[in-house]
Every structure is written in C-alpha cells, then in structure tokens.
C-alpha cells in the first residue's frame, strides 16, 4: 500500500529556513518521479519541485529557483525538500506527490507559515 507522510513544517521568520521530509512506504522512491506540491487556500494547487527517477535530474519553480533544493535519500525511502530565503508567500501546505502504476498519491500534508 502506498503511503506519504511529510513533516518538518513550522513558524519561521521570513529569511529563515525549513526542511521538509516525505517519507514513503508501499514503493521504492528511486523508480519513481517524486514531487513537491504546495497549495494556498482559494488557490489552485502549485507544483514547486521534482525529482527524477533514477537520474535525480530535478525542476523547479520559477518562485523558488535558487531557493529550493529537492533531494532523495534512498536508503530511507525519503525525499526532502530544503527551502532557504523563505518569503511570506511561501506560506502554503506542502504536499509530497507521487504517480505510482495508474494512480496519484499524496500525503496529508505538512504546513509552513512564513511570518515575523
């Protein structure tokens, strides 16, 4: 059974930092493409980071290139997402995605507010 549970999300002050964890079981993660979703309330749900299967080749959205880095530690099943220069418009819940056979998946969800 596929699961994504994330963590790692918090208050922090803008300019701060954060890492997120998605920490995966049902599946073997270097297979697959993983991705980092945020979403505000009343908008839409925005893709902001991907990492490729096997290569590692990763994509960012504009807002957070050079801010933004995705990784993935095979040996724990686990992809993070290290977010430096946080702005207040980073404010959003992150979601860790995955398109497993037919299927999206997705975690619950970890929430990071950037705020003084």
């Known amino acids: 059974q596929v699961q994504l549970v994330e963590s790692g999300g918090g208050l922090v002050q803008p300019g701060g930092s954060l890492r997120l964890a998605c920490t995966a079981s049902g599946f073997i993660i270097r297979w697959y493409a993983m991705n980092w979703h945020r979403q505000v309330p009343g908008k839409e749900r925005e893709l902001v980071a991907r990492?490729?299967?096997?290569?590692?080749?990763?994509n960012y959205a504009d807002s957070v290139k050079g801010r933004f880095t995705i990784s993935r530690d095979d040996a724990k099943n686990m992809v993070t997402l290290q977010m430096n220069s946080l702005k207040p418009e980073d404010t959003a819940v992150y979601y860790c995605?995955?398109?497993?056979?037919?299927?999206?998946?997705w975690g619950q969800g970890t929430q990071v507010t950037v705020s003084s």
């Open positions: 995605n995955v398109h497993v056979g037919v299927a999206d998946y």
């Open positions: 990492i490729e299967k096997l290569n590692e080749v990763t």
